[in-house]
């Protein structure tokens, strides 16, 4: 009796360590850098790709805010795809064609993510000097800050593409670094000179917020 008791024990230990390196296992390849997706897919289509898909599209709740990765391309799977096209200027069909699937493995490639929320500008202010000036503002997510400033109003036109930069006339003066607060110093500014100059955040996914005009006067 005491002999079975061990065995059923070892048994069971031996057991409960496989379905522990299984988890683990699950756990630690959901971490790794998704594979290039493959197969054109639509509803009905099933597989490790399609997993693959949801598993990428659910990392925005955005676009796939129900997350299900079941392996199965269902209507949900369809209608994260269409958010997904819609947020990259695709044609929004609900399948993953070649266009689709070329741009998805391109993001993946990048290790952009699947970001498509601009970061937001708030707190924006500018300390002036007699030949300088910090400009300060904060950002909802860490992002690159720059500053464009000039004598004359900047000139700006709006992005054409999606991720795009849109062009902005001045001088350029720019942190490098994602960061969620900014300081921006202009130096060797004008005495008793108007000046203009407009914020850009860019987020590590490339998203863009531009503020609109803003100007200032150095003292004396």
């Known amino acids: 009796m005491k002999t079975t008791t061990i065995a059923q024990k070892n048994i069971a ?3 409960m360590l496989f379905a522990m390196i299984i988890v683990f296992s699950f756990g630690f390849g959901s971490l790794k850098a998704h594979a290039a997706i493959t197969s054109t897919m639509d509803v009905g289509s099933t597989g490790g790709e399609v997993s693959q898909l949801q598993q990428f599209l659910a990392s925005n709740s955005l676009i ?11 209507n949900l799977t369809r209608l994260a795809v269409i958010q997904f096209q819609v947020a990259n200027d695709i044609a929004q069909v609900g399948t993953v064609g070649p ?20 970061p937001f500008i708030s707190s924006l202010s500018a300390s002036i000097g007699t030949n300088g000036a910090t400009v300060l503002w904060t950002n909802s997510e860490p992002a690159q800050g720059q ?34 607060s900014h300081a921006i110093t202009l130096a060797n500014l004008q005495l008793n000179t108007t000046y203009y100059y407009i ?6 996914s490339g998203n863009v917020t531009m503020t609109p005009l ?5 003292g004396n």
């Open 13 to 15: 230990f031996i057991g």
């Open 214 to 218: 803003n100007s200032f006067r150095t």
């Open 199 to 204: 914020v850009r955040s860019i987020d590590r």
């Open 64 to 74: 796939y805010p129900q997350g299900i990765v079941s392996g199965y391309f269902g």
């Open 147 to 180: 500053v464009y400033y000039d004598t004359q109003p900047i000139l700006s036109n709006e992005a054409t593409a999606h991720f795009q930069l849109p062009y902005v006339s001045g001088t350029l003066v720019a942190n490098t670094t994602f960061q969620m």
């Open 99 to 118: 266009i689709t699937k070329a741009r998805i493995n391109a993001i993946m490639n990048s290790g952009l993510g699947l970001d498509t929320s601009a």
